[in-house]
Structure formats: C-alpha cells, structure tokens
C-alpha cells in the first residue's frame, strides 16, 4: 500500500520558519522524483518545489530564497524548509511522488502564517 504522509505544518507568525516532512512508504522510493505543491481553496494545485533522487532541485519563483527542498532516500523521507514566511504562504501542502509512469499524494498539511 503507498502511502505519503505529510507532517510538520501549523500556524506561525510572519517571518518564521517551519519544516515540513513526508514520509513515503510502498513505493521504490529512489524511483520517484518528489515534490510539494501547495493549494487554497478555490485555486489549483500549484507546484513549490521538486527533487530528483540525486538531488536536483527546482523552485518556484515564489519559494527560490527562502524554501529548501531535501530528500533522504535511505529513509524514504522527504522535507520542505520554509523560512521567512509571509501570510501569502496560507496553504495545504502536499507530498507528490512521481514517475513517468505513475503519481501519488498525500493527504496534505495546513500551513497558516498569521499574527
């Protein structure tokens, strides 16, 4: 059974930090290119960033500076680092796991940056 289980979000203030991590189970993990991708309602999906099983990484414009995407294959764990966070932030964020052939997500963590 795959599953891709997110943890890690929550509410913080404008400017603070948070870490979110996924953890993948049921899927060759090495396989996978992994993501996150973050929604609000009544919007798409939109990507945040990705990373390849060597580890090249691409950013959205919105996220370049200040979010940092890892991975840790031998633990089948993936991490987001988001720093300096603004309101704008306010999202569900989601584990993706991809390959040419199939794509799996998680179930998704909420994100607040409020005062």
């Known amino acids: 059974q795959v599953q891709l289980v997110e943890s890690g979000g929550g509410l913080v203030q404008p400017g603070g930090s948070l870490r979110l991590s996924c953890a993948a189970s049921?899927?060759?993990?090495?396989?996978?290119?992994m993501g996150w991708y973050r929604q609000v309602p009544g919007k798409q999906r939109d990507l945040v960033a990705t990373?390849?099983?060597?580890?090249?990484?691409t950013y959205a414009d919105s996220a370049k500076g200040r979010f940092t995407i890892s991975r840790d294959n031998a633990k089948n764990m993936v991490y987001l680092q988001m720093n300096s966070l603004k309101p704008e932030d306010t999202a569900v964020y989601y584990c993706?796991?991809?390959?040419?052939?199939?794509?799996?997500w998680g179930q998704g963590t909420q994100v607040t940056v409020s005062s």
């Open positions: 049921g899927i060759i993990f090495r396989f996978y290119v």
């Open positions: 990373i390849t099983s060597g580890g090249t990484t």
């Open positions: 993706n796991a991809k390959t040419t052939v199939d794509e799996r």
